[in-house]
């Protein structure tokens, strides 16, 4: 079982910064897992923003890149996702996810791990 629980988000205006982060947890919960988050905008589909996977390979979804950095502590056994220069196109709820062998910013629905989320807001 693995438990995966999100923090951070909030209302910031537009340029501003966040860091999100993700605990994990749970008896099956391994580093060598993906690790990836999404968000989802109202009205839109879940997309992809960001994958670590086995703590190596890193992609980023092209709205993100550049500006979003995605990282973990393995001592702290927490994901991170720091977001600089936000825009108002930025605003979702952001999601936590974890999969010992998906790991594609396409296909959210491969994940089987996934938080509850945390809602980030973008002013103008």
């Known amino acids: 079982e693995v438990h995966l629980v999100e923090s951070g988000g909030g209302s910031v205006q537009a340029g501003g910064s966040l860091r999100l982060s993700c605990a994990a947890s749970?008896?099956?919960?391994?580093?060598?897992?993906?690790l990836a988050w999404f968000r989802q905008a109202p009205g839109k589909e879940r997309e992809g923003v960001a994958t670590?996977?086995?703590?190596?390979?890193?992609n980023y979804a092209a709205p993100g890149k550049g500006r979003f950095t995605i990282s973990r502590d393995i001592a702290k056994n927490t994901l991170y996702l720091q977001m600089n220069s936000l825009k108002p196109e930025d605003t979702a709820m952001y999601y936590c996810?974890?999969?010992?062998?998906?790991?594609?910013?396409?296909?959210?629905?491969?994940?089987?791990?996934w938080g509850t989320g945390t809602l980030v807001t973008i002013s103008s």
């Open positions: 670590f996977h086995s703590g190596m390979a890193i």
């Open positions: 996810a974890a999969d010992p062998l998906a790991c594609s910013l396409s296909s959210p629905d491969a994940m089987d791990y």
């Open positions: 749970g008896n099956t919960f391994s580093w060598s897992f993906c």
